[in-house]
Protein backbone atom coordinates (compact mmCIF):
# COMPACT_ATOMS: atom_id res chain seq x y z
CA UNK A 1 0.00 0.00 0.00
CA UNK A 2 2.69 2.18 0.50
CA UNK A 3 5.17 1.17 -2.04
CA UNK A 4 1.89 2.32 -4.38
CA UNK A 5 1.03 5.51 -2.71
CA UNK A 6 5.18 6.57 -2.90
CA UNK A 7 5.22 5.00 -6.44
CA UNK A 8 1.98 7.73 -7.12
CA UNK A 9 3.81 10.68 -5.25
CA UNK A 10 6.75 9.99 -7.45
CA UNK A 11 4.98 9.92 -10.90
CA UNK A 12 3.75 13.42 -9.62
CA UNK A 13 6.72 14.88 -8.83
CA UNK A 14 8.43 13.88 -11.87
CA UNK A 15 5.37 14.99 -13.82
CA UNK A 16 5.65 18.44 -12.35
CA UNK A 17 9.59 19.26 -11.93
CA UNK A 18 10.61 17.45 -15.22
CA UNK A 19 8.93 20.57 -17.40
CA UNK A 20 10.49 23.07 -16.03
CA UNK A 21 13.49 21.66 -16.33
CA UNK A 22 12.82 21.52 -20.05
CA UNK A 23 11.17 24.13 -20.54
CA UNK A 24 14.18 26.62 -18.36
CA UNK A 25 15.18 29.38 -20.26
CA UNK A 26 18.83 31.20 -20.20
CA UNK A 27 19.91 34.47 -21.46
CA UNK A 28 22.68 34.78 -23.36
CA UNK A 29 25.73 36.61 -22.12
CA UNK A 30 25.21 39.83 -24.14
CA UNK A 31 21.52 40.31 -23.00
CA UNK A 32 20.32 41.34 -19.46
CA UNK A 33 17.57 40.26 -17.65
CA UNK A 34 16.01 43.36 -18.57
CA UNK A 35 16.45 43.31 -22.14
CA UNK A 36 15.25 39.69 -22.46
CA UNK A 37 11.60 40.47 -20.44
CA UNK A 38 11.46 43.76 -22.54
CA UNK A 39 12.02 41.54 -25.86
CA UNK A 40 9.27 39.23 -24.06
CA UNK A 41 6.86 41.83 -23.72
CA UNK A 42 7.69 43.23 -27.18
CA UNK A 43 6.82 40.06 -28.68
CA UNK A 44 3.22 39.60 -26.46
CA UNK A 45 2.67 42.94 -27.35
CA UNK A 46 2.78 42.47 -31.20
CA UNK A 47 0.94 38.68 -31.17
CA UNK A 48 -1.81 40.36 -28.82
CA UNK A 49 -2.35 43.21 -31.81
CA UNK A 50 -1.62 46.06 -28.52
CA UNK A 51 0.16 48.04 -30.64
CA UNK A 52 -2.20 49.32 -33.00
CA UNK A 53 -4.56 52.15 -33.49
CA UNK A 54 -7.27 52.40 -31.59
CA UNK A 55 -10.38 51.30 -33.57
CA UNK A 56 -13.72 52.97 -34.44
CA UNK A 57 -17.02 52.10 -32.66
CA UNK A 58 -18.49 49.99 -35.47
CA UNK A 59 -15.69 47.99 -35.56
CA UNK A 60 -15.19 47.72 -31.69
CA UNK A 61 -19.70 46.90 -32.07
CA UNK A 62 -18.96 44.51 -34.69
CA UNK A 63 -16.15 42.15 -32.61
CA UNK A 64 -18.80 42.11 -29.33
CA UNK A 65 -21.34 40.51 -32.41
CA UNK A 66 -18.83 38.01 -33.64
CA UNK A 67 -17.91 37.31 -30.12
CA UNK A 68 -21.53 36.97 -28.93
CA UNK A 69 -22.55 34.79 -32.34
CA UNK A 70 -19.60 32.09 -31.44
CA UNK A 71 -20.57 31.87 -27.80
CA UNK A 72 -24.59 31.28 -29.19
CA UNK A 73 -22.40 28.65 -31.38
CA UNK A 74 -20.96 26.69 -28.21
CA UNK A 75 -23.87 27.05 -26.31
CA UNK A 76 -25.43 25.45 -29.50
CA UNK A 77 -23.30 22.58 -29.37
CA UNK A 78 -23.86 22.27 -26.08
CA UNK A 79 -27.24 21.83 -26.04
CA UNK A 80 -27.05 19.23 -28.97
CA UNK A 81 -24.57 17.38 -26.54
CA UNK A 82 -26.65 17.40 -23.80
CA UNK A 83 -29.74 16.08 -25.85
CA UNK A 84 -27.48 13.35 -27.31
CA UNK A 85 -26.64 11.81 -24.31
CA UNK A 86 -29.82 12.08 -23.00
CA UNK A 87 -31.12 10.09 -25.93
CA UNK A 88 -28.69 7.47 -26.00
CA UNK A 89 -29.02 7.04 -21.82
CA UNK A 90 -32.67 6.75 -22.28
CA UNK A 91 -32.81 3.02 -22.02
CA UNK A 92 -36.37 2.56 -23.71
CA UNK A 93 -37.56 5.77 -21.27
CA UNK A 94 -40.20 6.94 -23.80
CA UNK A 95 -40.48 10.12 -21.93
CA UNK A 96 -36.49 10.81 -21.71
CA UNK A 97 -36.36 10.36 -25.38
CA UNK A 98 -39.10 12.87 -25.98
CA UNK A 99 -37.14 15.36 -23.55
CA UNK A 100 -34.39 14.84 -25.55
CA UNK A 101 -35.68 15.37 -29.05
CA UNK A 102 -37.36 18.31 -27.94
CA UNK A 103 -34.23 19.64 -26.70
CA UNK A 104 -32.98 19.22 -30.21
CA UNK A 105 -35.34 20.72 -31.79
CA UNK A 106 -35.51 23.99 -29.75
CA UNK A 107 -32.09 24.53 -29.63
CA UNK A 108 -31.98 23.90 -33.77
CA UNK A 109 -34.99 26.79 -33.79
CA UNK A 110 -32.88 28.87 -31.54
CA UNK A 111 -29.70 28.80 -33.91
CA UNK A 112 -31.90 29.35 -36.94
CA UNK A 113 -33.78 32.09 -35.32
CA UNK A 114 -30.24 34.19 -33.72
CA UNK A 115 -28.57 33.34 -37.66
CA UNK A 116 -31.28 34.50 -39.61
CA UNK A 117 -31.87 37.44 -37.49
CA UNK A 118 -28.28 38.60 -37.62
CA UNK A 119 -27.96 37.77 -41.44
CA UNK A 120 -31.27 40.04 -42.32
CA UNK A 121 -29.75 42.69 -39.66
CA UNK A 122 -27.07 42.70 -41.83
CA UNK A 123 -28.47 42.51 -44.84
CA UNK A 124 -30.51 45.78 -44.33
CA UNK A 125 -28.21 47.90 -42.84
CA UNK A 126 -25.68 47.10 -45.93
CA UNK A 127 -28.99 48.45 -47.98
CA UNK A 128 -29.75 51.46 -45.99
CA UNK A 129 -25.63 52.18 -45.64
CA UNK A 130 -25.51 52.01 -49.56
CA UNK A 131 -29.14 54.11 -50.08
CA UNK A 132 -27.80 57.00 -47.32
CA UNK A 133 -24.10 57.21 -47.90
CA UNK A 134 -24.51 57.32 -51.58
CA UNK A 135 -22.85 60.51 -52.89
CA UNK A 136 -25.23 63.13 -54.25
CA UNK A 137 -22.58 63.70 -57.62
CA UNK A 138 -21.35 60.57 -59.21
Known amino acids: MK ?8 VLVVSFVLPLIVLAQTTTP ?3 GFDHAQNNLNTFQ ?5 NQTPQTPQIIIARIIQIALGLIGIVFVLLMVYAGYLWMTARGNEDQVERSRNLIIQ ?3 GAVIVFLAYFITAFVVQRIGESVFRPVFY
Open 30 to 32: SQS
Open 46 to 50: NAALL
Open 3 to 10: ARLLKRVA
Open 107 to 109: AIS
